[in-house]
């Protein structure tokens, strides 16, 4: 009786921790993801319309300024040409990686935890990427003239100058937007055919959703193809992932500029995005498990706990490679290489470089190696903002800081940013009322996903030991 009495409680134990274990009706699921999308207090659409009037102000307000003033506003100049505008641009696509990573590569190794978070992870990519886009054309000054990065044939035969690091940005965020958008939107077929039998007739919404459900019935023959079509797509957009800031590193890497010139920023970058990417997720999730309806029972400590795992072994992965490319280029003897890493710790801005340290690699290790600690929302919450900080310093330290110190001292001069300050703030408003606006328009969670997961496992009992079982339903 009492062995009984065990079992029942370790598997209510099981099934209270695991959302894959306690499963729901699927019009229950529905229900409450739809209700998380239309219940909307007054505090929502106050932050609404602060962030609103923040992107007004700084995205067209303060860059028609710099349009009709110049470059010169800014704090760009010699010999810091590159200033924040660029930080950003790396900074963002970096976020992006977040959403391949969670829901490609997750999805081939056939993680069940990434199941109802997948499409919080696969918006931040297209967000992200969308900041990064207004932060290259900030950075040109004469954004009217942006076609000439195309590969366009013309009348006189002129092409555009490959050799430009703003032609290699164009074709990556383009390839990977394009790519990360249609990845985002098969997973979100099914979700939206559901929405649109959930809204009632005669409505903009019922319109919206039936335009974009494409007619989708959940015929056996539709979730072939649908599967058969996420399955090409997550191997397919895994290698464009790396290549992307694979080709972000390369606009660095290309020139002999000291600190730049390094054989490991290839993959230093893609540790390095994946690190902002996993924090910024990770943020997302404690927001909309803490301020919508209904989620905290799809998103649970376990994933939190998960999560909190891959930022600790990423956190690693980048202090090894922060290691690998300071110690060889300080063994490398190279007199204003030294000069310029004696400058990132000892100079005016040395304590950005500590803090960045201290963010990237501290803070995680002393605070993710506990199980307790890293299923606990609010602490991983701020985990994932202390990452994102320390992994801004550290596109700050690589861009104007290096830029500082050349091979011509007499240029040397400490960046000193301008109005780009407020074009990057308004870049991180238009990111959130992005994020905002989708969590009213789209379902959050792949309700069809989790279902699947649900049906796909199992308690079993060997002898006294009770243990999951996972089944394959393709």
């Known amino acids: 009786m009492a062995d009984h009495k065990h079992h029942t409680s370790h598997e209510e134990h099981l099934r209270e921790q695991h959302l ?12 409450m993801v739809m ?7 007054w505090k929502f659409w106050l932050v609404f319309g602060l962030l609103a009037a923040l992107v007004a102000y700084a995205l067209f307000y303060k860059w028609g300024v710099m349009i009709l003033e110049g470059l010169g506003v800014a704090g760009v100049n010699r010999p810091s040409y590159w200033g924040i505008f660029l930080v950003n641009t790396v900074f963002w696509i970096g976020i992006s990686h977040a959403g391949t990573f969670i829901s490609a590569i997750l999805r081939v190794f056939k993680a069940e935890f990434r199941r109802p978070f997948t499409r919080a992870a696969e918006l931040m990519t297209t967000f992200g990427l969308i900041q990064a886009g207004f932060s290259i054309f900030m950075h040109m000054g004469r954004v009217w003239l942006s076609y000439w990065l195309m590969p366009y044939p013309n009348q006189r035969q002129l092409w555009p100058n490959f050799h430009s690091p703003l032609s290699w940005d164009l074709l990556a965020i383009t390839t990977y937007l394009l790519s990360s958008t249609m990845y985002l939107f098969l997973p979100l077929i099914p979700d939206l055919a559901m929405a649109r039998d959930r809204t009632p007739d005669g409505t903009w919404q019922k319109v919206f959703y039936r335009i974009l459900a494409l007619g989708f019935r959940g015929t056996e023959g539709e979730w072939t193809h649908l599967r058969n079509a996420l399955n090409i797509f997550a191997f397919a957009i895994i290698p464009v992932m790396f290549s992307v800031h694979t080709i972000v590193s390369w606009d660095f890497a290309m020139a002999t500029r000291p600190g730049w010139n390094s054989t490991i920023f290839g993959p230093y970058f893609v540790v390095g995005a994946l690190h902002s ?13 803490g301020t919508m309806k209904h989620m905290k029972y799809f998103i649970r400590p376990e994933h939190f706990e998960a999560i909190g795992k891959l930022m600790l072994i990423i956190s690693m992965a980048w202090g090894y490679f922060f290691f690998n490319d300071y110690i060889v280029q300080w063994y490398g003897g190279d007199k204003w290489t030294k000069e310029l890493l004696h400058w990132h710790e000892a100079g005016p801005m040395g304590w950005m470089w500590f803090g960045m340290l201290i963010c990237n690699v501290a803070i995680p290790w002393a605070i993710l190696w506990n199980k307790k600690w890293r ?6 919450f701020l985990v994932g903002m202390l990452i994102n900080v320390g992994m801004w310093f550290e596109r700050y330290i690589i861009v104007p800081i290096s830029l500082t110190i050349n091979r011509m001292p007499f240029t040397w001069r400490l960046y000193q940013p301008g109005i780009e300050v407020w074009l990057g703030i308004g870049t991180l408003a238009f990111f959130i009322l992005l994020y905002m606006a989708a969590s009213r328009l789209i379902p959050l969670i792949p309700v069809w996903e989790v279902q699947e997961g649900q049906m796909a496992h199992s308690l079993k009992k060997y002898g006294r030991e009770t243990v999951v079982a996972v089944s394959d339903l393709e």
Request: glycine fraction near 8%; hydrophobic fraction near 45%.
């Open 20 to 31: 894959m274990l306690d499963p729901m009706p699927r019009g229950k699921m529905n229900e």
């Open 35 to 41: 209700e998380s999308m239309h219940t909307t207090s």
């Open 277 to 289: 990417g996993m924090g910024a997720v990770v943020m997302v999730l404690a927001v909309v498990r």
């Open 375 to 380: 299923s606990t929302p609010w602490l991983l």
